[in-house]
């Protein structure tokens, strides 16, 4: 079992940053391929970028690449999101999940987890 609680949403405005965080309990992290999902209000739940277990390895889709960076700090069992030049576009409830036995997927059913989700909205 892997439990996964995200932080750090909120109201920003067009152009700002936030740092999202998400925080692993149960089953080691460090093993673990993480990402993090959105999911706008009547939008499907999209892939947003992952994060390799040693953090070496990153990949985002195209919409968010340049501005948004994940990274991993295994010894704290945490994995951020920072997000840059927000559009209002990025206005979504943000997910962190894991993947225990792949890599690379950017499908939501082969992610084994997930966080509850924090809010962000971007106002123009």
């Known amino acids: 079992q892997v439990q996964l609680v995200e932080s750090g949403g909120g109201l920003v405005e067009a152009g700002a940053s936030r740092r999202l965080s998400c925080i692993a309990s149960?089953?080691?992290?460090?093993?673990?391929?993480m990402a993090w999902f959105r999911q706008a209000p009547g939008k499907e739940r999209e892939f947003v970028g992952g994060?390799?277990?040693?953090?070496?390895?990153?990949y985002y889709t195209d919409s968010v690449k340049g501005r948004f960076a994940i990274s991993r700090d295994n010894a704290k069992n945490t994995m951020y999101l920072e997000m840059n030049s927000l559009k209002p576009a990025d206005t979504a409830v943000y997910y962190c999940?894991?993947?225990?036995?792949?890599?690379?997927?950017?499908?939501?059913?082969?992610?084994?987890?997930w966080g509850q989700g924090t809010q962000v909205t971007v106002s123009s």
């Open positions: 999940a894991a993947d225990i036995t792949g890599w690379g997927s950017t499908e939501r059913r082969d992610y084994d987890y």
């Open positions: 149960g089953r080691t992290f460090r093993a673990t391929t």
């Open positions: 994060i390799s277990w040693s953090g070496g390895s990153t």
